[in-house]
Nanobody, 115 residues
Framework: QVQLVESGGGLVQPGGSLRLSCAAS????????MGWYRQAPGKQREPVAL???????NYANSVKGRFAISRDNAKNTVYLQMNNLKPEDTAVYFC?????????WGQGTQVTVSS
């Protein structure tokens, strides 16, 4: 089993920044991909940013140039730096870790962008 604990969400004004963290613990074997998804009210969960075990990254078009995903292998932690936030970024953000046989999710952290 893998446990994921997210932190860093909150309320921010448009144009502001937040950094989300996702700390993993447990049986961290054969992890292939780590990343962040988000789900806005009334919408489906969608991928935001992914990072592979090899370090390659992938971003949703809507966040390219504004968000950056990174990881600290020593701390088993993945980060999402979010800059120039927009009201449409408002959602619950979920951390995801994928192994060869399972997908693990965090409990979600709310990000609200509003003036």
């Amino acid at each position: 089993q893998v446990q994921l604990v997210e932190s860093g969400g909150g309320l921010v004004q448009p144009g502001g920044s937040l950094r989300l963290s996702c700390a993993a613990s447990g049986m961290l074997f054969s992890i292939t991909t780590m990343g962040w998804y988000r789900q806005a009210p009334g919408k489906q969960r969608e991928p935001v940013a992914l990072i592979s075990s090899g370090g390659s990254t992938n971003y949703a078009n809507s966040v390219k140039g504004r968000f950056a995903i990174s990881r600290d292998n020593a701390k088993n932690t993945v980060y999402l730096q979010m800059n120039n936030l927009k009201p449409e970024d408002t959602a619950v953000y979920f951390c995801m870790w994928r192994s060869l046989s399972n997908v693990y999710w965090g409990q979600g952290t709310q990000v609200t962008v509003s003036s």
